[in-house]
T-cell receptor
Framework: GAGVSQSPSNKVTEKGKDVELRCDPI?????LYWYRQSLGQGLEFLIY????????KSGLPSDRFSAERTGGSVSTLTIQRTQQEDSAVYLC?????????????FGPGTRLTVL | DQQVKQNSPSLSVQEGRISILNCDYT??????FLWYKKYPAEGPTFLIS?????DKNEDGRFTVFLNKSAKHLSLHIVPSQPGDSAVYFC????????????FGKGTKLTVNP
């Protein structure tokens, strides 16, 4: 079946502009995660959605970052007033169930470059 | 403060030999550990995992060892193949917490033919 998809694959923007990154999780997966990987770093957790529960936003680096998940499926990560330090690969993952040993499946990522 | 550390940024081995990738962690609340493999321009793919109640898990050529007292885990690949060349990330999850994973910075493995 189809895996996690993300769009766009690459995004170049100017400092101060807003960007929206999209994630389509695997159908039927109830949990959705956003991570980012800055150059030379590991993956950094941003936000987690599970069903209708309130999202875990503890990883969002600033109030310029927000995310929503509509209809329990597609998610959009929005970065307002982008800064150069926001440049990174933004990765989305989904899993069938939260908890236990459920595997997170990752999309290919969106490479964001802020000039 | 980096809770999951992969101190070797790169590793090079010959085809057919064993590859050993190491990972150290500091948070004693971690209860589940995973290894992901990542090729360029692709997302990480799950490789193998281990619960904190075990000390070894094996899947084909891949074995993960966990030493809780040392807060250390390792991934063994034997025999190594050129297709194993990728960046390997160690990740951990906190018991009773959110399902977020805490990742190390990765080790780039190169298997030479």
């Amino acid at each position: 079946g189809a895996g996690v998809s993300q769009s766009p694959s690459n995004k170049v923007t100017e400092k101060g502009k807003d960007v929206e990154l999209r994630c389509d999780p695997i159908s039927g997966h109830t949990a959705l995660y956003w991570y980012r990987q800055s150059l030379g770093q590991g993956l950094e957790f941003l936000i987690y959605f599970q069903g209708n529960s309130a999202p875990d936003k503890s990883g969002l680096p600033s109030d310029r970052f927000s995310a929503e998940r509509t209809g329990g499926s597609v998610s959009t990560l929005t970065i307002q007033r982008t800064q150069q330090e926001d440049s990174a690969v933004y990765l989305c993952a989904s899993s069938f169930l939260a908890g236990g040993a459920d595997t997170q499946y990752f999309g290919p990522g969106t490479r964001l470059t802020v000039l | 403060d980096q809770q999951v550390k992969q101190n070797s940024p790169s590793l090079s081995v010959q085809e057919g030999r064993i590859s050993i990738l190491n990972c150290d962690y500091t948070n004693s609340m971690f209860d589940y550990f995973l290894w992901y493999k990542k090729y360029p321009a692709e997302g990480p793919t799950f490789l193998i995992s281990i619960s904190s109640i075990k000390d070894k898990n094996e899947d084909g050529r891949f074995t993960v060892f966990l030493n809780k007292s040392a807060k250390h885990l390792s991934l063994h690949i034997v025999p190594s193949q050129p297709g194993d060349s990728a960046v390997y990330f160690c990740a951990a999850r906190t018991q009773g917490g959110s399902e977020k994973l805490v990742f190390g910075k990765g080790t780039k493995l190169t298997v030479n033919p």
